[in-house]
Structures are given as C-alpha cells and as structure tokens.
C-alpha cells in the first residue's frame, strides 16, 4: 500500500489546498527570475502546510526539473561550495530549466557558526536557476541575512476546515465510508498539519469505513506526539535532524520506546545491511539503558536517545515509499502466556506431588505423561485423575491442550 502523502501529493497548484496567494507568488518568481531582484524566494510556514509541494506541483505545470537539497547535505563552508557550486552550474537533462529546492534551511543553524550561511549566500548568488527554501522558523539572528536576499513568501497554517475538505476527497478516492464527526475531529486535531492528517488517515481506519471511534484516541499532536508517528519520522525521515527530536515529546519508558523500534524495524527496512547497523544501533542503546537503570547514570539518556533516532534513521539504505502499519510488540504477550504456562504446569506438580509424596521438580518430569493421558483418553482415566488430584477446570483444559 502506497503512503497516502505520496500517492496524494498534489499533482497540480489547483490541488495546494488554501494556499492560493503564496502559490501564485511562487509562480511569478520562478517565470520571471531573470529580472528578479533577489535570487532565491523562501517559502515560510510550518509543517505541512504545501511548501515543498507546492514547489514539485509548479515544477510539474511549468515543466521544469527540480534538484533537491536537504540541509543535512549542508554541513560546513567547504562542503557547500563544492556542493552546491557544482548543482547550480550543472545543466538539467535535454536542457530543460531547472529549480533548486533546499528543503528546511532553518535546520542549518546547528552548524551556522562553521560558516554555512554566507557560504549558502555567496552559492545563490551565483545561480543560474531559481533557488528556493523552505523553512518551518528562522527567528534566529543567523538567518537575517539570508531573509534579505531572499523573497520571502509566506504559507499560513491551514484551517481545519481546508484539511477536512482535503481528507474527505482522500476517503471518496479510496472508497471509504466516513462519518464527517471523524472527519473533522482528525483535522483538528493535527493544528493545520496537512502530511500528519493524510498519516493519521491512512493509519485509523481498519477496514473501509472511518468512524468517531477509530479517530477519537489519537491525541493532538501539538501537545503530544504518537509513538506512531515518531516511528514514522525516524523511519521515513531523509535527514538525521529531522530525525533527532522525533522521541523529544514521547510519553514513553526507554524501555518500551526500546521494543516499538524492535517489533516494527524489520517491517520498514528490508535490505539486510540496513537491519544489521540499525540492530547495532539499538544494541547500543540498550546497553545504555542498562546503564541507566542499574547505575543511576542518567547523562546517557541523551546518548540512547541519539542512537534509537538519528542512528536508526541513518541505517537505512533508501525510504521505504510503502505505508507500514506500525503495532506494539507482542514479546510481553508471550512472556505472559508462558509464564501463565508454566504457573499452570507447576500447579498441577504440586498436586501431584502431595499424592504421590514426591518433590515438586520430580512430578513435574510427569505432567508430560498426564497431558497424554488427558489427550487420548477414551475410558475416563483422566476424569478419576482429576478427582484424586483434586485438579479445577482450569488445569484439566490446560491437560487437555485446549
């Protein structure tokens, strides 16, 4: 199954939903670049709202290329002069016009004071080809500079109504039958996010009907990220900054954070070279975790949490384009059930062992021989058994293997 937020990317600007004015000046800047005033235009707005959509919806219409960037390609000077000097002088294929797109510039400032902007600033202005950012928040002084010599557009944060819109056209294209209540339920509570809306879509309902119910427990996301979707985040994610805070708003045991990326991994990464580092990587954490638990250490939270989110997020060879249902472990489960298991078994040792006035472990060696017996018995052995052990329902249906 294809993610929704790919399969339902907008294919044209008319589907950029409530962005009509930031699309359209966008529009402007890319035909008529060359007489511009500035040479780059950063799109500023926050997550979800149609940024970097808007620029691939252009892109397509106006049949230009689109070389992305993202700020992690973006470490120090050196490396974006190489870099990016050589993406803005190279010609596109069959010579078609060409955008730069670098995606979630205000993630840089990291590593701003290695001289990354200026560097950033001296390569745009050098361009032959429109360059465009995208930015969530550049209240940083750092990012003064670049803001001048940019056009700056700006994309508002969606209304839930403009998502609710958008998520009941995604359920008439895939045939599923919804009660508006949970419509517009889900798109309030992802405070304008339209790429978390299309998530929690695709992962709340289990067949093709959409109810209040299905919709009701996912909490707001401004407050509290889902387990869900941090493990969306470090798995899906291109870049280990966005990667890295994804556990930071989790209400969560390390632990149990330990055995969600266990149980769901080996779903998302399907090339073995990806599994063995990203299992190094959450070995690593759990001898942190032990560290933690045991020695009272907690200075090395900071290093398990680097390692569960940017160390797996980096172990991946490629995305995974597919849509992964994500569930919690089963381990305890079945820890539990043979714990009950075994409780049930050494029960009926007791007993055994009472009547036949031996030890507990020497009349466990014999269940194996009642369970038989229980199992095959055609004259009502196992019933005159039962009465002389004194034995419940409960442990005659466990004889019996039911």
Sequence with gaps: MTLFTIKYAPKNPDQVFGQQLAVSQLRNFIIQYKQQQHKAALLLGPIGCGKTSSVYALARELKYDVMEL?????????????????????????????????????????VADRGCIPALFKAIEKSSFPVILTANDIEDSKFKALAKASQVIPYHQLQYKTVS????????????????????????????????????????YATK????????????????????????????????ETALPALENIDLEPRDTIHWIDENMPKEYLSAQALAKGYEHLARADVFQGRIMNRQHWRFLAYMNDLL????????????????????????????????????????????ASRTHTSTSVAEQQVPYLQVLFQKDGKGAGLAIAQELELNEEEVDWLKGR
């Design 70 to 110: 993202n700020s992690s390609d973006l470490r120090n000077a050196e490396n974006i002069t190489q870099f990016l000097n050589s993406v803005l002088g190279q010609q596109s294929l069959f010579f078609t016009p060409k955008i730069v797109l670098i995606d979630e510039v205000d993630n840089i400032s990291g």
């Design 165 to 204: 819109h958008c998520l009941q056209w995604v359920c008439e294209q895939e045939n599923i039958k919804f009660d508006e209540k949970a419509i517009n339920s889900l798109a309030r509570q992802v405070d304008g996010d339209m790429r978390a809306a299309l998530i929690d879509l695709q992962g709340s």
């Design 209 to 240: 009907n959409l109810s209040f119910t299905d919709v009701s427990n996912l909490s707001d996301r401004k407050r509290t990220e889902t387990i869900l979707n941090a493990l969306m985040v470090i798995f899906k994610s291109s870049s280990v």
């Design 309 to 352: 989110t940017a160390g797996i997020s980096s172990a991946k060879v490629e995305k995974n384009p597919q849509f992964v249902p994500y569930r919690q472990t089963m381990r305890f489960l079945r820890l539990w059930q043979a714990k009950m298991k075994n409780a049930k078994k050494k029960e009926i040792a007791q007993k055994l």
